[in-house]
């Protein structure tokens, strides 16, 4: 994305009429884009450096507090873990062997597909997150307080649409999406 010589939108400045056909109205969209993508993107990296610090004093880092997060509720393969993060299969691979290696996770028979095995994590891997929770607990009512309650779940919700709508084009093979070595 190069820069636009164009003043960027303020924020909560709406988007262009619906539709609007003209090619300024391209150009905004374009801009929306990017904007949303370059917040993303500093979004990620200040969440990644929060993550690190608050898994730190569990004796985690950051991605594996991740992939042991996508694995809490149920066991998932390495494959779905990647799916629901969004990310590749073989970084997730390299984590949860590392998990395993450690004690913090095992692999148990998938009665779904014999080859990949789920995730699941051991009683070593559910103390590690329960010692983040006091931090991340903290965390999100400091957030809270400084978006307000209503703020704070109206962004998760405008979070959940553009990741719903960005399945649906990738569905609708508008953008890329996977390789089709990460399924399974």
Do not use: C
Not at 55 to 84: C, D, F, H, N, Y
Request: glycine share 10%; aromatic share 4%.
């Amino acid at each position: 994305m190069r820069e636009s010589t164009r003043e960027p939108l303020p924020v909560g400045e709406p988007g262009p009429p619906e539709g609007a056909g003209d090619a300024g109205d391209s150009r905004t969209r374009q801009d929306l884009l990017s904007s949303t993508a370059l917040g993303v993107f500093r979004l990620n990296g200040q969440f990644l450096a929060i993550s690190e610090e608050l898994a730190k004093p569990a004796g985690l880092t950051a991605a594996w507090w991740q992939v042991l997060g996508a694995v809490l509720r149920e066991p998932l393969s390495v494959a779905g873990i990647a799916r629901s993060m969004g990310i590749t299969r073989q970084s997730v691979q390299r984590i949860a062997d590392l998990l395993v290696a450690k004690g913090l996770a095992e692999y148990v028979p998938n009665p779904a597909h014999r080859r990949a095995k789920l995730l699941r994590p051991t009683e070593e891997g559910l103390d590690a997150v329960d010692r983040i929770g006091p931090g991340h607990a903290a965390l999100a009512a400091r957030l809270a307080a400084e978006l307000g309650d209503a703020a704070f779940a109206q962004t998760v919700r405008a979070l959940e649409r553009l990741a719903v709508a960005l399945d649906a084009l990738e569905a609708a093979a508008v953008i890329p999406g996977p390789a089709a070595s990460d399924a399974p």
